[in-house]
Structures are given as structure tokens and as C-alpha cells.
């Protein structure tokens, strides 16, 4: 598979927020190769295979293997644009009984064949000039242990991703992220008081850090 990045650092969103994390990160996102990258895209670097690393799982495990057994999430660039790749690293690492998390850009099908591995999904809001490459019926697939996100950046952003949830019935949990530079962390915060109570705010720990 081809690898872009490994890093050991902070998680800084969701569930995995502020446990020390082994991060993954895959080379090549399927939007950006279809000339459609995301406005807000902070991982260029990520998005072309040409420029990743070839590595086996094997050789992925050694690498992290001098960090505890500490949780991984894998992320992108879009992991699921080598699907078959990432299946038999999730193999791998789940048999060391590290936890996987997948961050996925909402535009694949997640697999579910292995349990340990949880998702989370970015549906892409409108900001991102990618709504329309969201498959909308992850959102009905995606279980309770996985989590759906939503980068905001304005009003127009998070009225859609309100309108998704109240017309798709998913049963993971929602979590609403500020686009970074961008959007009012107290007005996110009172959208979602007011609109969306069952939902989570999450501040990126990690860009407040100055982490990677
Ligand atoms: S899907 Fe992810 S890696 Fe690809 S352009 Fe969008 S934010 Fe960047």
C-alpha cells in the first residue's frame, strides 16, 4: 500500500479525543484524482499516490511498533481508495489488539467484516464543494460504536447536515467540528444547543496544541 505519513501525536477529535494515537496516513484521495479536491483541504501532500511510500502491513507494524500498544487511526488522503490494501493492514493491526479508527471521506462504502475496526465518517458539507460526492446511504449502514462528522464552516453548512439528520435515521453518533480559521466556535456551540442537542461539538485539541 502506499503511505503518505507516520506520525505518533495527540488524537484531537471525537471519541478518541486527547488519548495518544499512532496515526496512518494513506497516500491518494479519490476526490482530489477526480480534480475535485475539498475547498478547506489542509492535506494536499496526501493526494497523490505517486508521492507515498510502498509499505506491506509487515513493514507498517515495525514501524509502529515502538510506540505502546496505543490505539491507531488510519486516515487520508481516503484510506478506502486502496480498500483492499487497508483490509489486510486492519487484519494486521487488529490482531496486536491495538483499536483502528478509519477516518473516510463519506464518497466510499466503509467495510464492516472486521468488528473491531470503527469509522469515522466526513460527510462533506456544502463549503467543501463536494456534497454531492457524499453516498448517503453510509449513513444507514454506520453503527452506534462509529461516529458521523460534520465540518462547519457557516450557517448554510450546518442546516444541511441538520436536514441530513433528521431525514436519514443513522445510529452513529454526530459530532460537529469548526472548520478551523473559519467558523465561530460559540456560535457552533449554540447551533447545536438550540438545533441538534443529541450531537457533540468537538474542538480540535490538537490544532490547539499546535500538534500535527
Ligand atoms: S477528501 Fe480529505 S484528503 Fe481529499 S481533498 Fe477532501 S479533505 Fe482533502
Known amino acids: 500500500m502506499k503511505i503518505c505519513e507516520i506520525f505518533y501525536s495527540i488524537s484531537g477529535e471525537g471519541k478518541s479525543v486527547g488519548y495518544p494515537t499512532v496515526f496512518i496516513r494513506f497516500a491518494g484521495c479519490n476526490l482530489a484524482e477526480l480534480?475535485?479536491?475539498?475547498?478547506?483541504?489542509?492535506?494536499?501532500?496526501?493526494?497523490?499516490?505517486?508521492?507515498?511510500?510502498?509499505?506491506?502491513?509487515?513493514?507498517?507494524?515495525?514501524?509502529?511498533?515502538?510506540?505502546?500498544?496505543?490505539?491507531?487511526?488510519?486516515?487520508?488522503?481516503?484510506?478506502?481508495?486502496?480498500?483492499?490494501?487497508?483490509?489486510?493492514?486492519?487484519?494486521?493491526?487488529?490482531?496486536?489488539?491495538?483499536?483502528?479508527?478509519?477516518?473516510?471521506?463519506?464518497?466510499?462504502?466503509?467495510?464492516?467484516s472486521l468488528q473491531e475496526v470503527t469509522w469515522t465518517v466526513d460527510m462533506k458539507t456544502p463549503s467543501s464543494g463536494n456534497v454531492r460526492k457524499n453516498n448517503l446511504k453510509i449513513l444507514q449502514s454506520l453503527r452506534p460504536v462509529d461516529q458521523l462528522k460534520f465540518v462547519i464552516s457557516d450557517w448554510s453548512d450546518f442546516s444541511w447536515a441538520i436536514n441530513i439528520i433528521d431525514n436519514y435515521n443513522t445510529k452513529a453518533p454526530i459530532v460537529f467540528s469548526p472548520n478551523w480559521n473559519v467558523m465561530n466556535k460559540k456560535q457552533l456551540v449554540e447551533w447545536v444547543m438550540k438545533q441538534c442537542p443529541k450531537a457533540r461539538v468537538s474542538i480540535q485539541l490538537h490544532k490547539i496544541l499546535g500538534a500535527n
Open 35 to 112: 480534480g475535485s479536491p475539498c475547498k478547506w483541504c489542509d492535506t494536499e501532500y496526501s493526494w497523490s499516490m505517486d508521492k507515498g511510500t510502498e509499505m506491506s502491513p509487515k513493514q507498517v507494524l515495525e514501524k509502529i511498533g515502538k510506540y505502546w500498544n496505543c490505539p491507531v487511526i488510519i486516515t487520508g488522503g481516503e484510506p478506502l481508495h486502496q480498500k483492499d490494501e487497508l483490509i489486510k493492514l486492519c487484519i494486521a493491526l487488529t490482531r496486536t489488539s491495538r483499536t483502528v479508527e478509519i477516518e473516510t471521506n463519506g464518497s466510499l462504502e466503509p467495510f464492516y
